[in-house]
């Protein structure tokens, strides 16, 4: 390692050393430590609801992804901007914002349980969080973990040491404050690092049209000239022309084209990756809980140029990116494409990187993935402490006068956790793999109706929501435990009891993800029940106030 690079990693250490200390000088409150103090600017908001959003997964896993099945993925950025920034920033924020500060909730579960005066919902979602969101955590946690290790040539158990060891000292020490700060901190450093690498893989393509014309090229002789005669079972599971093959056999025609309509392969990249994804993040407690940190509606607006700026440079250049590495490693690797030459999905990005950028490029690159890492971890932690501290510890009885202490307890318990099972499961066995998608179906199934329907109707009511919870939390483990074919064969249940990895088979049932099932079920519930209820007047007007 030059001495540059060693200046720049120090520097880098510093000053998210400096911006926690920030958050710590300002904490005087536990509304500070929960809510960073519920002033927070629009710019350090939107950049820190993005980079929290975008995790290292997002970046490598994705861009592998989108090599393997092309611009079909860009739906997800469409999706990621109009649903996940627009629709959440201008009409569910301040909504969300208002009412929070009305019931003087601080957490996310705080904002279901006293939404619906229920304990019982505020714990469940807390348990919730606590027993699923640790294993996004850790996948979080080993992809960045494994970039360090593998750049800086260090074992994986002290890399994995030291990086939480710097993610617990700030998030304990800042609360909310020192993570939004660093946040911010590290989604410039993504942006910029995005910025650079659309620029030098499309100049290194002859430009934009150039880049995309090739694709279609490639798909003929790699994809179609090639494996058009071959049956899948001559391939080696797993190799890159099993995967061409399989995508084929799926309904995809190029990567600059749509899967056949209603092909398995449609079903998987809209159900699956655009609407699981897409939709799933208005279901995110570390996400929701941010629009309770601003002062006004006037600051969400203006956080949402800055989000979707910054989720286009995030998801939209990966995924184009990731579909056009198929054509440099033509060109570059013999004809070969892009699953071919790296190996595998998840080798394809920082193979390219390793392979195609110069060597500085790379530095920076590892920087926006360790970047990436962090903000989203650090905002798991500080949102799975709060749900020990606040929402477990506290409705059980725990003195509210020390609400930063038990959250501190809780991010320590959660550290602790999260750390072992990055140990456990270094080897990234399939469920840490498959954990985004099972936290994003569970979440949006349990909590998305009675969250956005309690948030603008006076007449949904505590049974209802309770209802629709449970409903929607059985019907999505059904259906991630024995009919998802990706969950359903990871988790290995299916397997255990029926001799299949989905009771479905190779139906195109198997394809459609848990959301598409599960959340209509705990939609219909919540508008049945509150049919059959009458709502409390009382809590009517504590959550919606008097006029």
């Given at each position: 390692?030059?001495?540059?690079?060693?200046?720049i990693?120090?520097?880098?250490?510093?000053?998210?050393?400096?911006?926690?200390?920030?958050?710590?000088?300002?904490?005087?409150?536990?509304?500070?430590?929960?809510?960073?103090?519920?002033d927070?600017?629009?710019?350090?908001?939107?950049?820190?609801?993005?980079?929290?959003?975008?995790?290292?997964?997002?970046?490598?896993?994705?861009?592998?992804v989108?090599?393997?099945?092309?611009?079909?993925l860009?739906?997800?950025?469409?999706?990621?901007?109009?649903?996940?920034?627009?629709?959440?920033?201008?009409?569910?924020?301040?909504?969300?914002r208002?009412?929070?500060?009305?019931?003087?909730?601080?957490?996310?579960?705080?904002?279901?349980?006293?939404?619906?005066?229920?304990?019982?919902?505020?714990?469940?979602?807390?348990?919730?969080?606590?027993?699923?969101?640790?294993?996004?955590?850790?996948?979080?946690?080993?992809?960045?973990?494994?970039?360090?290790?593998?750049?800086?040539?260090?074992?994986?158990?002290?890399?994995?040491?030291?990086f939480?060891?710097?993610?617990?000292?700030?998030?304990?020490?800042?609360?909310l404050?020192?993570?939004?700060?660093?946040?911010?901190?590290?989604?410039?450093?993504?942006?910029?690092?995005?910025?650079?690498?659309?620029?030098?893989?499309?100049?290194?393509?002859?430009?934009?049209?150039?880049?995309?014309a090739?694709?279609?090229?490639?798909?003929?002789?790699?994809?179609?000239?090639?494996?058009?005669?071959?049956?899948?079972?001559?391939?080696?599971?797993?190799?890159?022309?099993?995967?061409?093959?399989?995508?084929?056999?799926?309904?995809?025609?190029?990567?600059?084209?749509?899967?056949?309509?209603?092909?398995?392969?449609?079903?998987?990249?809209?159900?699956?990756?655009?609407l699981?994804?897409?939709?799933?993040?208005?279901?995110?407690p570390?996400?929701?809980?941010?629009?309770?940190?601003?002062?006004?509606?006037?600051?969400?607006?203006?956080?949402?140029?800055?989000?979707?700026?910054?989720?286009?440079a995030?998801?939209?250049?990966?995924?184009?990116?990731?579909?056009?590495?198929?054509?440099?490693?033509?060109?570059?690797?013999?004809?070969?494409?892009?699953?071919?030459?790296?190996?595998?999905?998840?080798?394809?990005?920082?193979?390219?990187?390793?392979?195609?950028?110069?060597?500085?490029?790379?530095f920076?690159?590892l920087?926006?993935?360790?970047?990436?890492?962090?903000?989203?971890?650090?905002s798991?932690?500080?949102?799975?402490?709060?749900?020990?501290?606040?929402d477990?510890?506290?409705?059980?009885?725990?003195?509210?006068e020390?609400?930063?202490?038990?959250?501190?307890?809780?991010?320590?318990?959660?550290?602790?956790?999260?750390?072992?099972?990055?140990?456990?499961?270094?080897?990234?066995?399939?469920?840490?793999?498959?954990?985004t998608?099972?936290?994003?179906?569970?979440?949006?199934?349990?909590?998305?109706?009675?969250?956005?329907?309690?948030?603008?109707?006076?007449?949904?009511?505590?049974?209802?929501?309770?209802?629709?919870?449970?409903?929607g939390?059985?019907?999505?483990?059904?259906?991630?435990?024995?009919?998802?074919?990706?969950?359903?064969?990871?988790?290995?249940?299916?397997?255990?009891?029926?001799?299949?990895?989905?009771?479905?088979?190779?139906?195109?049932?198997?394809?459609?993800?848990?959301?598409?099932?599960?959340?209509?079920?705990?939609?219909?519930?919540?508008?049945?029940?509150?049919?059959?209820?009458?709502?409390?007047?009382?809590?009517?007007?504590?959550?919606?106030?008097?006029?």
């Amino acid at each position: 390692m030059s001495f540059l690079e060693i200046a720049i990693i120090i520097l880098y250490l510093v000053a998210v050393g400096w911006l926690g200390w920030m958050g710590y000088s300002k904490t005087k409150t536990s509304t500070d430590y929960l809510l960073a103090g519920r002033d927070t600017h629009p710019f350090v908001m939107a950049l820190s609801y993005g980079a929290t959003f975008i995790s290292t997964a997002a970046i490598v896993g994705f861009g592998g992804v989108a090599a393997w099945l092309g611009n079909s993925l860009l739906w997800l950025t469409f999706l990621n901007i109009f649903v996940g920034i627009f629709i959440a920033f201008v009409f569910i924020g301040n909504p969300t914002r208002k009412m929070g500060l009305r019931l003087d909730a601080h957490t996310f579960p705080e904002f279901l349980g006293k939404r619906f005066d229920s304990k019982f919902i505020q714990i469940f979602a807390a348990v919730i969080i606590l027993a699923f969101m640790p294993l996004y955590a850790t996948a979080v946690l080993i992809g960045g973990v494994q970039f360090l290790s593998v750049y800086f040539g260090v074992n994986y158990h002290i890399a994995l040491l030291i990086f939480s060891l710097i993610i617990t000292a700030y998030v304990l020490a800042g609360g909310l404050k020192g993570v939004m700060y660093t946040d911010a901190l590290q989604g410039t450093i993504m942006f910029i690092a995005m910025v650079f690498l659309i620029v030098m893989v499309v100049s290194s393509l002859g430009g934009i049209d150039a880049a995309f014309a090739k694709l279609d090229h490639v798909w003929q002789i790699t994809v179609i000239d090639r494996l058009s005669g071959v049956s899948l079972k001559d391939l080696v599971p797993g190799s890159g022309d099993f995967m061409m093959k399989l995508s084929q056999l799926w309904g995809f025609e190029g990567w600059n084209k749509m899967p056949v309509f209603m092909s398995p392969g449609w079903l998987f990249v809209i159900t699956t990756i655009t609407l699981g994804v897409g939709i799933g993040v208005l279901a995110q407690p570390q996400l929701i809980v941010r629009f309770m940190t601003v002062k006004s509606k006037k600051e969400l607006n203006r956080a949402v140029l800055v989000g979707g700026v910054f989720i286009l440079a995030m998801t939209g250049v990966i995924f184009i990116v990731g579909s056009l590495t198929n054509a440099w490693y033509f060109e570059h690797m013999g004809g070969k494409n892009a699953l071919e030459a790296a190996g595998s999905i998840g080798k394809v990005i920082p193979h390219f990187i390793n392979s195609a950028m110069p060597h500085w490029f790379s530095f920076i690159f590892l920087f926006a993935l360790i970047s990436a890492a962090m903000s989203t971890l650090s905002s798991q932690f500080h949102t799975m402490g709060t749900a020990v501290g606040r929402d477990i510890f506290e409705s059980l009885g725990a003195d509210k006068e020390k609400t930063t202490l038990w959250t501190k307890i809780g991010i320590v318990i959660v550290i602790l956790f999260s750390v072992f099972l990055a140990y456990k499961f270094q080897k990234a066995p399939a469920i840490i793999a498959r954990s985004t998608a099972i936290f994003f179906a569970l979440c949006a199934s349990i909590f998305l109706p009675s969250f956005i329907f309690g948030l603008f109707s006076k007449r949904i009511t505590k049974p209802a929501a309770i209802a629709s919870m449970l409903v929607g939390f059985f019907a999505s483990s059904f259906w991630l435990l024995f009919c998802h074919f990706k969950e359903a064969k990871s988790l290995g249940i299916a397997k255990a009891l029926f001799g299949v990895n989905s009771i479905l088979g190779h139906s195109k049932w198997a394809f459609v993800d848990a959301l598409v099932i599960a959340l209509p079920l705990s939609t219909l519930t919540l508008l049945i029940v509150t049919a059959l209820t009458k709502p409390d007047e009382n809590i009517i007007k504590r959550a919606f106030g008097r006029n």
